[in-house]
């Protein structure tokens, strides 16, 4: 029996916490249908923090200016909350690790190199955790490069590629199109080019969406001359 297939962009940043639980979410759905459904998985790049400088940003300073300082008596509780959230799929937030929020865009560039490679599902885990689970910084461009490595992207397609400009203008262009989409917040998941699932959403909102987008196929009743598996015609 030939899987019907589903295709699915997936628009994400690697500073974002919600886009790590809804990946998970996602792969949650995935794994519970792939007996039925072949899935196309391609990352698309959206920078939440895209004027941040090169170096970073203190956690503290960004968040009190794009919030307000009243949200800085509220961090706490918040990230408490989403570690028990990232627990219940299996991923371990540890906030405490990083006091840098990062320039994501060479991230980008490195996940669009290992679509390049056919490794972008691995590139992009990898990321996440490096990020949110050891609080590496996502613009270290020789941990990207040791990332990028060790998940399958061949070593003389890294040599030299943070220096050059190769991955810059499509990720721009990538950006462009998530913004052309309408799209303002992330994670966001574009399934068949045609429905859009705003958030981290459960795993059984994924699974309503692939039941609509690759429902099953229906016997048109007409005659017509047919052979069965016994020769017979």
Sequence with gaps: ????????????????????????????????????YEFDLYYKPFELNASIPQEGQNKLDYFKNAYGPAI???????????????????????????????????????????????????????????????????????????????NGIPAEKLEGFFESEAGKAEVREMEQWAQAAGITGVPAFIINDKYLISGAQPADAFLNVFQQVAPKFEEVKAEGGSCGIDGCC
């Design 72 to 150: 800085l008596s509220k961090l706490d509780a918040m990230n408490q909350q989403m570690t028990e959230t990232g627990a219940e799929v299996g991923i371990a937030f540890n906030f405490d690790k990083s006091t840098t929020v990062n320039n994501t865009f060479n991230g980008h560039r490195l996940i669009w190199l290992a679509g390049e490679c056919g490794v972008q599902e691995k590139v992009a885990e990898a990321l996440f955790y490096s990020y949110f689970t050891e609080g590496n910084n996502m613009n270290d461009t020789e941990l990207l490069t040791k990332i990028g490595l060790e």
């Design 1 to 36: 029996m030939t899987k019907q297939k589903i295709k699915i962009d997936i628009v994400s940043d690697i500073n974002c916490p919600w886009c790590y639980v809804g990946e998970k979410r996602l792969n949650k759905a995935i794994e519970a249908t792939k007996y039925k």
